[in-house]
């Protein structure tokens, strides 16, 4: 979905462009519970980059230290290129972070209006100014309507994008980001994300967002952090991560997928829909094939051959896609129970004999041992 006035985008950001943070070595503990480890990170000017991982493992902890919410127990972190925190030094209060926070809970001010609420952070300016860039700001996110009106005439959602202009209004460097549009509706946040790239984009500032939905972090990254127990496991373009994932929890972060087990023959292994290359695995060796529903392709016969084919189960229409169950044949006899992706409309029906190919792009093979 795209916003009602297109705003103009900044290119791509230059990688040799100075880093706003630069997180080193950061080290986070609750007491006996470590949190967050080893976490080197950078945030580009004009980059957005995104914090995802399952729930517990340590996104917002970082997002807390780097914002002066906690006290940094280890590491170093920069802000444009200056040191605000490392361990024995005095600690530099979240108001005195040029940073702008949305968190999840980020709570409005209840006695100040909508328009008030935006413009708290921009003293600085004069009235007028103040006024036109805040309802600026409230229109981009479509609450200009809502500028004379307080905090509990609003919806969560709706406080939540007043939180995000509120944030966004004074153009800090850096725009930290927690969970920013949980509380809003499928349709309503898809507008949202892309209205709060656009003017990310526009104002150039670097941004650390988190999330725990993989679709949201390729929707708005240009880099993503995957994390895994406090640690980043894969550190790189969406595009990186999603078509060469370095171990098996990364494949399934980013959904479902057909698991088989093989043996490395030449280089390959060999599975009853095709074989899959196997990069670095030694012959003999035991391999886990991650395949991901949509490398099956599925092509339905018109007449069933004489030896065992394989055939649907059963075909859903998910919208965009078609998800078919079907039972693969392998040449041993046995049989498989795999799920394809088709796009589009394509729903053959009960027991329709099928081939099905393998696109080796979006087959992931490991060792058998290797990943949760
Ligand atoms: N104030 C706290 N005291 C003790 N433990 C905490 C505290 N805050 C977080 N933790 C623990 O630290 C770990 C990391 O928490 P954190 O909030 O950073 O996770 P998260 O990745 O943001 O998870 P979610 O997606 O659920 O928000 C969790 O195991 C959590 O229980
Ligand atoms: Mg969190």
């Known amino acids: 979905m795209t916003s009602p006035a297109p705003l103009s985008i900044a290119p791509d950001t230059a990688p040799e462009s100075a880093p706003v943070l630069a997180m080193h070595n950061i080290r986070h503990a609750y007491g006996h519970h470590l949190a967050v480890e080893d976490v080197g990170l950078e945030v580009r000017q004009g980059e957005v980059v995104c914090l995802l991982g399952p729930s517990g493992c340590g996104k917002t902890t970082l997002l807390r230290i780097v914002a002066g919410l906690e006290v940094l127990q280890q590491g170093r972190v920069e802000l444009d290129g ?47 100014e103040r006024r036109k860039r805040a309802l600026e700001l409230l229109d981009q996110l479509g609450m200009a309507r809502y500028a004379e009106s307080y905090p509990h005439m609003l919806s969560g959602g709706q406080q939540q994008r007043v939180a995000l202009a509120r944030a966004l209004a004074p153009a800090p460097q850096l725009m930290l980001l927690d969970e920013p549009f949980s509380s809003l509706d499928a349709r309503l946040r898809d507008r949202i994300r892309d209205d709060t790239l656009h003017v990310l984009k526009r104002v150039g500032a670097g941004a650390l967002l988190v999330t725990h939905d993989p679709e949201e972090a390729m929707f708005m990254a240009d880099r993503i952090a995957l994390m895994r127990d406090g640690h980043i496991v894969q550190l790189g373009t969406p595009r990186e991560l999603y078509c060469a994932p370095v171990d ?125």
């Open 248 to 372: 098996p929890f990364v494949v399934s972060f980013f959904g479902e997928v057909n698991e088989l087990e093989g043996e490395v023959r030449q280089g390959r292994v060999a599975t009853p829909v095709g074989e899959a290359p196997a990069p670095g695995l030694a012959d003999g060796q035991r391999a886990r094939v991650m395949i991901r529903p949509e490398a099956l392709r599925v092509v339905a016969l018109e007449e069933p051959p004489a030896d065992h084919h394989s055939h649907v189960i059963m075909a859903k229409l998910l919208g965009r896609t078609s998800l078919l169950h079907i039972c693969a044949h392998a040449g041993d006899g046995r049989e498989l129970h795999l799920h394809a992706r088709v796009p589009g409309v394509f729903l053959p029906d009960e027991g329709q004999p099928i081939t099905v190919r393998l696109d080796t792009s979006q087959v992931f093979v490991f060792p058998a041992a290797a990943g949760a």
């Open 82 to 128: 200056v040191t605000i925190g490392r361990p024995g030094q005095a600690h530099v209060p979240p108001e005195k972070r040029n940073v702008g926070l949305a968190f999840q809970d980020s709570a409005l001010f209840p006695h100040l209006s909508v328009l008030q609420n935006v413009g708290f952070g921009l003293e600085a300016l004069p009235g007028r």
